[in-house]
């Protein structure tokens, strides 16, 4: 046994030295955490003071292709340089107690900065890398533009890659500091910005003007080079899939001879559940389930609350794949993650 247990061991030396597993590496005075599977870069949890909110930026597949748009972080030609405030990957809500969580960034005129709110990351809780599995929790505050804080934020991340596939685990609780009223509002929750060629070929293209002022010309259509694709769990295809809800969406397209699939699941747990999905063919891909009147007028206002000391916890998985993925594996998924984090 004894010479069992040493070669385990070192198999599994072995495997960390040839950078094996998923690994989760704190760089607090960059203000980032990196983490890669097999040694390759996957994603980096960053809390910028160019940011009004931490962010994962940027998410990249096992063969490399980049999924997120660079902008404003990263900026890359040809690409739009519209809403400064999608970055990455990240949660948060255009309307709690009347302040504007979503919305926010630089490009704010100082007439309406007292409108807005920020995300304060805190403090990293716990890193941890493994074999299967790398893990994070970090600690935020939602404070508003009259500096008054009215949320306290704990992020749980599991990151993990497998096959082709690689996947992020979000567990995000919330405990209200003050009453705390989630008004319908389409701005919401967890929202990302993907890669120009994710965008659909719909969309139209144009002039953009950042906000230092710089224009950038986008192609729109058939002269882009657009490729993205919605599909949802309920059957909803390309643009129409805005508005509808489901268990899951799914944008899929290409770039050069690769394919890519980015997925969210929504958890039947999670307040509003089956969500609904604000994507968008310019680019974001969002799950927002705390809006409901703003996505159907027939229905009425959800206008979620929170009363003072009591917490919601939100569940999400963000899959990507190097492939087009079958509605029959992703509903597989969804059902798989519908057991966890019960």
Request: charged share 25%.
């Amino acid at each position: 046994m004894a010479g069992a247990a040493m070669m385990l061991l070192t198999a599994i030396g072995l495997k960390a030295e040839r950078g094996e597993g998923v690994t989760v590496v704190a760089h607090e005075a960059e203000r980032r955490v990196d983490v890669t599977v097999d040694g390759k870069p996957f994603t980096s949890f960053i809390w910028p003071t160019t940011l009004k909110k931490p962010t994962l930026f940027p998410l990249i597949t096992d063969e490399g292709t980049t999924v997120t748009r660079g902008y404003p972080l990263e900026p890359r030609p040809g690409e739009r340089v519209d809403h400064p405030h999608h970055a990455g990957l990240w949660f948060n809500y255009g309307n709690v107690n009347g302040f504007d969580f979503w919305n926010n960034s630089d490009a704010i005129k100082p007439e309406d900065r007292p409108k807005m709110g920020d995300v304060v990351f805190n403090k990293i809780l716990s890193a941890q890398s493994g074999q299967n599995q790398g893990k994070l929790e970090v600690a935020s505050t939602w404070i508003t533009g009259e500096g008054r804080p009215i949320l306290e934020q704990t992020t749980r991340y599991v990151f993990s890659g497998h096959d082709h596939q690689r996947t992020i685990d979000l567990i995000i609780t919330l405990r209200a500091l003050d009453r705390a009223v989630f008004r319908d509002d389409k701005e919401g929750l967890l929202g990302m910005r993907v890669a120009r060629w994710l965008e659909s070929p719909n969309e139209k293209g144009g002039s953009f003007t950042d906000a230092s002022g710089r224009v950038t010309k986008v192609e729109g259509g058939a002269n882009g080079e657009a490729t993205g694709v919605y599909r949802t769990s309920e059957g909803v295809r390309g643009d129409a899939a805005w508005g509808t809800r489901g268990r899951w969406c799914a944008l899929t397209g290409h770039t050069g001879d690769r394919t890519v699939t980015i997925a969210i699941f929504d958890h039947p747990e999670n307040p509003g559940y089956p969500t609904y999905w604000h994507a968008r063919g310019y680019g974001l891909f969002a799950a927002n389930p705390l809006g409901k009147s703003i996505f159907d007028p027939k229905q009425t206002a959800f206008n979620y609350t929170l009363e003072k000391g009591s917490s919601a916890t939100f569940r999400y998985r963000v899959a990507v794949y190097s492939s087009a993925e079958e509605a029959s594996d992703l509903n597989r998924e969804a059902d798989a993650f519908a057991k966890s984090y019960k």
